[in-house]
């Protein structure tokens, strides 16, 4: 089993900036994607980025060009730095990990197993 972790939500106005930071631990090394999810009340969990073990990424049409996803020094730890947020942005953000065999379902959420405990972000207009 993998345990996750985030951190690094808060509330911010439109156009602001946040660092989300999610810590795994345990059976990682059969993880071959982590991700970002968001869910906002109502809505069902959306996938928003994606890295796989060689760093290569993938991302929601809604997010590029203002989230970076990425894996830190410290072994286990990923990171999405969010910039020119928006109030659509809000919601809570969920780490995902998981070995998937196609990078086509990365940012599916029914593809991952393993999912912390979450982190709300709110943006303000």
Known sequence: HVQLVESGGGSVQAGGSLRLSCGA????????????????????????????????????????????????????MMYLQMNSLKPEDSGMYYCAADQIPFSDYTLQYWAYNHWGQGTQVTVSS
């Open 25 to 76: 631990s345990g059976n990682t090394a059969s993880v071959t994607y982590m991700g970002w999810f968001r869910q906002a009340p109502g809505k069902e969990r959306e996938g928003v980025a994606a890295i796989d073990s060689d760093g290569n990424t993938n991302y929601t049409d809604s997010v590029k060009g203002r989230f970076t996803i990425s894996k830190g020094n410290a072994k286990n």
